[in-house]
């Protein structure tokens, strides 16, 4: 009788036991994965800035900058278009889209007032 109870509970107890350790590792797995996508979309978020501020200081040196700009680096590739506001003097839109390694995608839209000093920058 002794050991139809050791078999039985080996029996009930493995399975729950194997069941814990796949629910660990897929758990493990799916925050790896997880942090590994925050990690470069933090890091394309930095980079995206970097090439806003590459922008703005083109703007710096020449106020009447308006078009097209390719700003490339080993770990993205940034698209700016530079415009003017339709209707306002001396304010710019800037819209940049810049793309990682990985395939993932950052897009601003930001508006610079080139009237004041230091340069005003807002969202859109």
Request: glycine share 6%; net charge negative.
């Amino acid at each position: 009788m002794k050991g139809y109870v050791a078999l039985t509970t080996i029996l009930i107890l493995v399975p729950l036991l194997l069941l814990t350790g796949f629910n660990s590792v897929y758990r493990s797995l799916t925050t790896l994965l997880v942090g590994t996508m925050n990690y470069n979309y933090q890091i394309l978020n930095i980079d995206t800035q970097t090439c806003l501020e590459e922008s703005v200081y083109r703007i710096k040196k020449d106020y009447n900058l308006v078009g097209d700009i390719q700003i490339n680096t080993e770990d993205i590739t940034c698209d700016v278009h530079i415009s003017n506001k339709v209707g306002f003097s001396g304010i710019k839109i800037l819209e940049i889209s810049a793309v990682g390694e990985n395939g993932v995608e950052i897009l601003l839209r930001k508006e610079l007032d080139i009237n004041v000093n230091p340069f005003e920058l807002t969202n859109l």
